[in-house]
């Protein structure tokens, strides 16, 4: 059995895989950003901002594999509901899509415009995304922060939508995204 697309009725395991990888991967990203934005100017704080630099950059990386591998395999069919629960969980994944992108491509262009480089991981020294400019900075880093916590609430909303599947319809959805067989 091929274990890596989708069946009518569940994810395959590369989907399964993007899924989990890309939730843990934004989930502790956010909780590093929180964090360190309150953090007073020391060594600490710099690792964390690099860090958190390197997970933006390994997460829109990892989304563009997910839409390549999402636009070129099949979904299972629609989770069973109403119509307009249906259309509501189109929007909200292709909203979460589109965050995956414009988060990272916010912060990468706030550290560009402060005038702080990313090199991934220390070695791979990545193009400016925009010149330097403080005013732009600024705008781009509420832009990257606003960006972040709609994230943050799609992925909550998402999360609610499918316990609400498990507990109260009991209709199976979470199956479809569980790892394992």
């Given at each position: 059995?091929?274990?890596?697309?989708?069946?009518?009725?569940r994810?395959?395991?590369?989907?399964?895989?993007?899924?989990?990888?890309?939730?843990?991967?934004?989930?502790?990203?956010?909780?590093?950003?929180?964090y360190?934005?309150?953090?007073?100017?020391?060594?600490?704080?710099?690792?964390?901002?690099?860090?958190?630099?390197?997970?933006?950059?390994?997460?829109?990386?990892?989304?563009v594999l997910?839409?390549?591998?999402r636009?070129?395999?099949?979904?299972?069919?629609?989770?069973?509901?109403?119509r307009?629960q249906q259309?509501?969980?189109?929007?909200?994944?292709?909203a979460?899509?589109?965050?995956?992108?414009?988060?990272?491509?916010?912060?990468?262009?706030?550290?560009?415009?402060?005038?702080?480089?990313?090199?991934?991981?220390?070695?791979l020294?990545?193009?400016?995304?925009?010149?330097?400019?403080?005013?732009?900075?600024?705008?781009?880093k509420?832009?990257?922060?606003?960006?972040?916590?709609?994230?943050?609430?799609?992925?909550?909303?998402?999360?609610?939508a499918?316990?609400?599947?498990?507990?109260?319809?009991?209709?199976?959805?979470?199956?479809?995204?569980?790892?394992?067989?």
């Amino acid at each position: 059995m091929d274990t890596t697309s989708s069946t009518s009725t569940r994810y395959g395991g590369v989907a399964i895989g993007f899924h989990w990888l890309l939730a843990l991967m934004i989930i502790v990203c956010f909780s590093v950003g929180l964090y360190m934005s309150d953090l007073p100017m020391s060594p600490t704080r710099l690792k964390l901002f690099n860090w958190h630099k390197w997970a933006g950059v390994t997460i829109l990386a990892l989304s563009v594999l997910r839409l390549v591998w999402r636009l070129t395999h099949r979904p299972p069919a629609d989770a069973p509901g109403p119509r307009w629960q249906q259309r509501l969980a189109h929007l909200t994944h292709w909203a979460l899509y589109a965050l995956f992108f414009l988060v990272p491509l916010a912060g990468w262009a706030y550290s560009s415009a402060a005038g702080f480089p990313i090199v991934w991981f220390g070695v791979l020294p990545l193009p400016d995304f925009v010149s330097v400019d403080k005013a732009l900075a600024e705008v781009m880093k509420e832009r990257h922060e606003m960006l972040a916590w709609i994230l943050c609430l799609l992925v909550l909303l998402h999360i609610g939508a499918a316990l609400k599947h498990h507990f109260v319809d009991r209709d199976g959805l979470l199956n479809r995204m569980r790892p394992g067989r």
